[in-house]
T-cell receptor
């Protein structure tokens, strides 16, 4: 069964460092998303991406965040200068035009 | 603005007992409603969804939920809990027809424990 895959599963980084989280959405999906879940809190929408551009973003998605679809398969989330409060589980998701969201297993980011 | 409230961050039931996880939403337009389950160290898996039509929705693993517009609720139930149901459950809402790209707004989640 097709699935969304994310790498790495866990990354530990120092505050101020750049981090790139990678996602391979399901191949025929058109809409891509990043969500995050800070430990013990709700899953929060970060950004959606369609037709090679950001279609919506939340207040959380500030200038330190960026997304890219560098090729036909990968969808990346970059955090330029990580802060302690960026420690969270980051979920990638994708969908066809009007279907359900399929989520990856998440990438846990720990900022020290 | 949309929001989702899940009553009870932690629910514990005995194996074989009824499972009831509560979800209330607010939305200015007819919502799409979802329940996702997250098993330990795994991603979010869709249990069931309500879009239009029948208000009682059946999902995987014997779960079902009923959309009650008058109560703005979408509670999740299962008649008989199984040990394998132990997980965290998230209710989510999505607005349609307002230019949204189908973004989901999640509740805080309810952790279900099942006692033998």
């Amino acid at each position: 069964e097709p699935e969304v895959t994310q790498t790495p599963s866990h990354q530990v980084t120092q505050m101020g460092q750049e981090v790139i989280l990678r996602c391979v959405p399901i191949s025929n999906h058109l809409y891509f998303y990043w969500y995050r879940q800070i430990l013990g809190q709700k899953v929060e929408f970060l950004v959606s991406f369609y037709n090679n551009e950001i279609s919506e973003k939340s207040e959380i998605f500030d200038d330190q965040f960026s997304v890219e679809r560098p090729d036909g398969s990968n969808f990346t989330l970059k955090i330029r200068s990580t802060k302690l409060e960026d420690s969270a589980m980051y979920f990638c998701a994708s969908r066809i035009s009007s279907g359900e969201l399929f989520f990856g297993e998440g990438s846990r980011l720990t900022v020290l | 603005a949309q929001s989702v409230t899940q009553l009870g961050s932690h629910v514990s039931v005995s194996e074989g007992a009824l499972v009831l996880l509560r979800c209330n939403y607010s939305s200015s337009v007819p919502p799409y409603l979802f329940w996702y389950v997250q098993y330990p160290n795994q991603g979010l898996q869709l249990l069931l969804k309500y879009t239009t039509g029948a208000t009682l929705v059946k999902g995987i693993n014997g779960f079902e939920a009923e959309f009650k517009k008058s109560e703005t609720s979408f509670h999740l139930t299962k008649p008989s809990a199984h040990m394998s149901d132990a997980a965290e459950y998230f209710c989510a809402v999505s607005e349609v027809g307002r230019g949204s790209q189908g973004n989901l707004i999640f509740g805080k989640g309810t952790k279900l424990s099942v006692k033998p």
